[in-house]
């Protein structure tokens, strides 16, 4: 429900808001007062594209904010696939800058327009004579009788189940893709693998195999300077150790005179003693090492090998050699034994589908018991708005394949006049008359289930007398069960409203303005009086007036 319509800057609209409520709300004016330019500024939240001309102050931007009560409408899913947040209380906002350049918000969380229009669709429908498309729609069709059949659990129950059909079809087609272009690829997957394989890799064989080949190579420096090391420290006729002894006696020769020479004493003799195991260490990785030229070819030949394959598989690593090595290996048990996994897949899709066939079977023998309630009752209703004469018949056809909604393809044809054949709506219908015809059914459809907000763009025009009596019936009717904005110039319809809002213009001063304001009892019975008889009302239209008011 449309709780409130702000309106900053646009058309002849400097500043405007209105507080709407449930129920029937008319809106009157004369011709060119603003309706019009109201319902254009209402249009931008519903995802509408903008131009700057049209703005009131080509200086500042427009605003157009409004909000809507929506809890009735089960659409915290779309918030979600949309990543927003759901309030009971929801504001859709649209700001367009002088350059044209627009932003769209709901709860204040950015959104693109194509988003703000499928939730504005969702939120209010705007009908006039001129706009009849959606009733020729198929799917608009197919929901008037869904909405009469009452099955929402069963219909929801099929289409949960069919998008997993779908999706699941969708996979079983991939599996085969893949399975065969696997099928194609085995042999050359095989040989890859059996390559691999053959090679015996294992995991941080290339680091040391480098490292070993590294010392091979550079075998003559490392012992040449192992031998040095080993002379400077023990086999020099100067080396390190000797020296160190001969400190260690002079340090023994004064121990007597100074008693704390004996800790120096013993921290060179560790010394000594360490420097002994260093030395002994560095002859001993001196005789093992030595050139061997046959160990570095056998190395060489097996980084060659190794080198090839990284190469060969663009890969950097033995570890990235072994992962591959496991993937095909994958691939192979998949080509041999994917078939077990499709058919299986292809059991459980057969299953699946008959029991979809069984839900869609529920749906038609529901669908075609509600068919001669809806042509019933919107010719009833028809009847009642001068249009006795018209005929309608809802045709009921199988499509060959299981659809988003079951199996059913729904067909209206009408006829607004005796004798003539029946069509295709809007082939056989004038605006006024598919007006008529919306408004019987969307009376229907608002019996069963929740309606967005219903807007009626003068759809009473070329209606008078009992007829017009009669349209603001049904409008009334309509509307207690979902909120209805009407705008009309018909008093008789006029005077059925909860809500009466007067559209005017303002040019008290140099620049002239569209207001709006929501009339009293008496402002209305004034209002509906010059809908009667002119600006200068009698006490018969007035009277007249109270009446028309009197019969809500």
């Known amino acids: ?134 009733i020729n729609d198929p799917e608009f069709q197919l929901l008037v009788v869904d909405s009469v059949a009452k099955h929402p659990e069963l219909l929801s129950e099929y289409q949960t189940k069919f998008r997993a059909y779908k999706k699941a079809t969708a996979k079983l087609q991939q599996l085969i893709d893949e399975s065969d272009k696997t099928k194609a690829d085995l042999d050359y997957h095989q040989f890859q693998h059996d390559e691999l394989e053959k090679a015996g890799l294992s995991a941080g064989e290339q680091e040391q195999l480098e490292q070993e080949l590294y010392t091979l190579n550079n075998a003559e420096e490392i012992k040449r300077n192992l031998l040095g090391a080993n002379y400077l420290m023990h086999e020099g006729e100067a080396s390190a150790l000797l020296q160190l002894r001969e400190a260690d006696q002079q340090l023994i020769s004064i121990g007597k005179f100074n008693p704390g020479v004996e800790e120096l004493h013993e921290r060179l003799n560790s010394a000594i003693i360490e420097l002994k195991d260093i030395a002994a260490e560095i002859e001993n990785i001196e005789q093992r090492t030595h050139t061997d030229e046959a160990r570095a070819a056998d190395i060489n030949t097996r980084l060659s090998v190794i080198y090839t394959l990284q190469k060969k598989h663009r890969l950097n690593s033995v570890t990235e050699l072994l992962q591959l090595q496991d993937e095909l290996s994958e691939k192979i048990q998949q080509a041999v034994f994917g078939d077990e996994t499709i058919e299986k897949l292809r059991l459980q899709l057969a299953a699946d589908r008959k029991e979809l066939e069984q839900l869609a079977a529920q749906l038609s023998a529901n669908r075609a018991k509600a068919i001669p309630t809806i042509e019933t009752q919107v010719l009833q209703t028809l009847g009642e708005m001068g249009m006795g004469n018209a005929a309608l018949k809802i045709e009921l056809s199988a499509i060959t394949a299981l659809g988003a909604d079951g199996v059913d393809q729904i067909r209206f044809l009408f006829s607004a006049n005796k004798g003539h054949a029946l069509a295709e709506m809007s082939k056989v219908a004038s605006g006024g008359e598919l007006s008529r015809l919306m408004l019987s059914i969307k009376s229907l459809i608002a019996k069963n289930t929740a309606l967005p907000t219903i807007i009626f763009d003068e759809i009473d025009t070329g209606v008078s007398g009992e007829v017009a009596n009669k349209v603001g019936q049904i409008m009334e009717q309509l509307a207690n069960n979902l909120q209805v904005i009407t705008i009309t110039h018909l008093p008789q319809i006029a005077g059925k409203g909860q809500r009466h809002y007067f559209v005017y213009k303002d040019d008290t001063t140099a620049t002239t303005y569209t207001r709006i304001k929501q009339l009293d009892k008496n402002e209305r019975i004034l209002e509906i009086a010059k809908m009667l008889s002119g600006d200068k009302p009698g006490e018969s239209a007035l009277q007249n007036a109270r009446e028309l008011l009197s019969l809500q």
């Open 1 to 134: 429900m449309l709780q409130k319509l702000s309106i900053n800057n646009y058309a002849l609209i400097d500043n405007l808001e209105i507080s709407f409520d449930a129920g029937l709300n008319i809106m009157t004016g004369e011709t060119g007062a603003g309706k019009s330019i109201i319902l254009g500024a209402l249009s931008l939240i519903l995802g509408q594209r903008a131009e700057s001309r049209y703005f009131f102050n080509q200086q500042k931007k427009c605003v157009i904010e409004g909000t809507f009560k929506i809890a009735a409408f089960h659409l915290k899913t779309f918030f979600e696939d949309n990543d927003l947040d759901y309030e009971a209380e929801t504001v859709l906002r649209r700001e367009i800058s002088a350059d044209g350049k627009s932003r769209s918000f709901v709860n204040d969380t950015p959104v693109n327009l194509n988003a703000m229009k499928l939730l504005g669709e969702k939120l209010i429908d705007i009908h006039s004579q001129h706009a009849t498309l959606e």
